[in-house]
């Protein structure tokens, strides 16, 4: 019999587009704080799935066996973007600040990938990025249909504003 | 408090008269007739009490006084030494034996000695469990700022003379584990053991061997009998921390060993009978897992005779600022640090933070502060760079808010927590007054 200690997860959701090291180093940060490992998520901002063209673009790059073409749209890279690229340089990152970490291109749309790993694997907490968090009607969405705690970000936070006045102690 | 005694000695007459005059004392007594193999029975089984002579077969006393004090350092060893030898009975005591009787004994003094183990055990007991007590009364006078917290306490002070469940619930580190040893060390059950194990850590066969124990040959790898948790918390409590990951099969188990107050160790034909009171905590939403068909509805009605939510620390922020004083000395000693406290700006960024990982997560965060902290005071360059980078929110599902009715009560709560100053608060929140004063006057 072996043992099979369950670390706590975090669900990291974020978009490719969007500048992933001011999300990742809040995650990477909470993950250290709650001991847990984190499960990347990286989206296409309109999604895949739902549009029909895109598949049969990429259908017919399949057929005429250009597989890796195929697979590159079917993941939403557009040029210059390379998912695997971003998923291993995430994965070093991370393993760097000693965090164990499992990073996915999610080709359908947020909610919905967010509900399938919350359906699929064992999450303690969903972490939103700020571009993610700054889409109300997802993260309305998102709450509706999530059984555990969202987490959510945005910049700036007002602490900055506070840091320019004058000190005193407590 | 039954303890177990085992008897090494290779005479057998003498050996069973020891072991009925104890167990007419009320001791579990077993005996073995040479050293090894009292040296494997304290190996496998574990005992209190080892009364053992000095010339035996196979491994004699002295021997085996040494090799139990390795294994097993709170065993208790009296030596029984032949023939009035001084220098024997000093040797004992040199190597840790806790008393020694020189042959021939009465049984009465035997029995003086042995009670002697059973008084002081019970003392050590009753100072662990007075001395945890203090510490967690003490602790919780300062986490008890806020009415979420003092409400939760007030539930555990109206059962800590009952027996029953209970079930903790509440998202990661906000203290499930310090409240249940509340529970148990204000109970009646106090100077029984606290044992705790947290269902998520383990597989399902590990998890059963854990908690029921298993016989020798049960399974590859059972090379000898265990004792479960259950079985050693008898007279005590067991903590079943994040109960809605047990495997199925194994909460049906459970049920079984809570309603009939016995269970089998697994690949056992014994039935064992316990006397354990049961505290179980869950981060999950148990309704939810009732519903999805991973929870046992009738294993939670079991657990929860009473239910105790503690809420997360973004909805006590009252205990912010108190907590964040009591996390500064307990670290302090430990990092020769001169810091007095926090300044004013330092104690609004934490105040301000929503704390995902809750009352851990600002512990974490002010240890690390002390440690970087070079002046008297904790400033903000000593807290995280993220607490000052964004504004971040935890929001729970189940009760979903619109984002402007949040935003609404955020303003409030600044405004309260600055005793109802607007103009600094429209200061802090960076928006206008005219713009708070709407905020404020929505309903």
């Known amino acids: ?170 | 408090m039954q303890l177990k005694v085992l008897v090494a000695e290779d005479e057998d007459i003498t050996r069973k008269h020891i072991m009925n005059t104890l167990r007419a004392e009320g001791y579990e007594a077993q005996g073995a007739s040479n050293g090894l193999d009292a040296f494997k029975m304290v190996q496998s089984d574990g005992f209190d009490i080892l009364i053992a002579d000095v010339k035996m077969p196979r491994m004699d006393g002295m021997e085996l006084l040494s090799r139990v004090k390795e294994i097993s350092p709170d065993t208790a060893v009296i030596v029984v030494t032949g023939y009035g030898s001084i220098s024997s009975a000093v040797d004992a005591m040199k190597k840790g034996a806790f008393d020694y009787l020189p042959k021939p004994f009465e049984l009465d003094e035997m029995v003086l000695k042995v009670n002697k183990v059973r008084d002081q055990r019970m003392l050590k007991r009753e100072n662990i469990a007075l001395r945890a007590f203090l510490n967690i009364e003490k602790e919780l006078s300062v986490i008890a700022e806020s009415e979420g917290m003092k409400r939760v306490l007030e539930v555990i002070r109206s059962i800590q003379d009952s027996d029953c469940s209970v079930l903790l619930s509440g998202e990661t580190g906000v203290g499930k584990s310090l409240l249940a040893k509340v529970i148990h060390f204000s109970s009646p059950r106090r100077e029984g053991p606290f044992l705790s194990i947290n269902c998520a850590t383990f597989t399902e066969e590990l998890l059963a061997s854990e908690l029921f124990g298993h016989e020798k040959g049960a399974f590859t790898g059972a090379t000898a009998q265990k004792k479960g948790l259950m079985e050693i918390a008898d007279g005590g409590t067991l903590y079943l921390d994040e109960v809605a990951e047990m495997p199925p099969n194994l909460q049906a188990k459970l049920l079984k060993a809570i309603e009939e107050k016995e269970f089998f160790r697994v690949g056992g034909t014994k039935p064992i009978k316990v006397d354990v009171r049961f505290i179980a905590a869950t981060n999950q939403n148990i309704a939810l897992a009732i519903a999805r068909g991973s929870f046992r509805r009738d294993l939670y009605y079991r657990l929860n005779v009473m239910e105790v939510y503690i809420p997360p620390l973004r909805e006590r922020r009252t205990d912010i600022t108190p907590l964040s004083r009591y996390f500064l000395a307990k670290h302090l000693p430990r990092y020769r640090k001169n810091v007095k406290g926090f300044t004013n700006e330092a104690l609004q960024i934490l105040r301000n933070y929503s704390y995902p990982g809750n009352v851990r997560e600002l512990e974490n965060i002010i240890e690390r502060a002390i440690i970087l902290e070079k002046g008297a005071y904790i400033t903000p360059e000593s807290l995280p760079q993220m607490l000052k980078m964004f504004q971040i929110e935890t929001l729970e599902p189940e009760n979903v808010k619109p984002l402007d009715e949040v935003s609404r009560e955020y303003v409030r709560t600044v405004v309260e927590m600055l005793g109802g100053n607007k103009a600094e608060a429209a200061r802090l929140l960076g928006i206008s007054r005219t713009s708070l004063w709407r905020m404020l006057k929505e309903q």
């Open chain 1, 1 to 170: 019999m072996s043992r099979a200690s369950r670390q706590k997860e975090i669900l990291y959701v974020a978009y490719r587009d969007e500048s992933l090291e001011e999300g990742i180093s809040y995650a990477l940060y909470l993950a250290g704080q709650m001991d847990a490992g984190l499960r990347i998520v990286l989206l296409s901002r309109n999604g895949f799935g739902g549009k029909f063209h895109n598949v049969m673009d990429a259908v017919a790059f399949a057929e005429a066996s250009e597989h890796e073409t195929a697979r590159r749209m079917f993941a939403g890279e557009e040029d210059g973007d390379d998912a695997a690229s971003i998923q291993s340089y995430l994965v070093e990152r991370c393993s760097r600040e000693g965090i164990k970490a499992n990073v996915h291109i999610g080709l359908e749309g947020t909610v919905s990938v967010v509900q399938e790993f919350l359906k699929r694997k064992r999450i303690d907490l969903v972490l939103l990025s700020p571009a993610v968090t700054g889409s109300r009607n997802i993260l309305n969405r998102l709450l509706r249909n999530s059984p555990r705690p969202v987490v959510t970000m945005s910049r700036g936070s007002d602490n900055d504003k506070m840091l320019a006045e004058g000190g005193t102690h407590s």
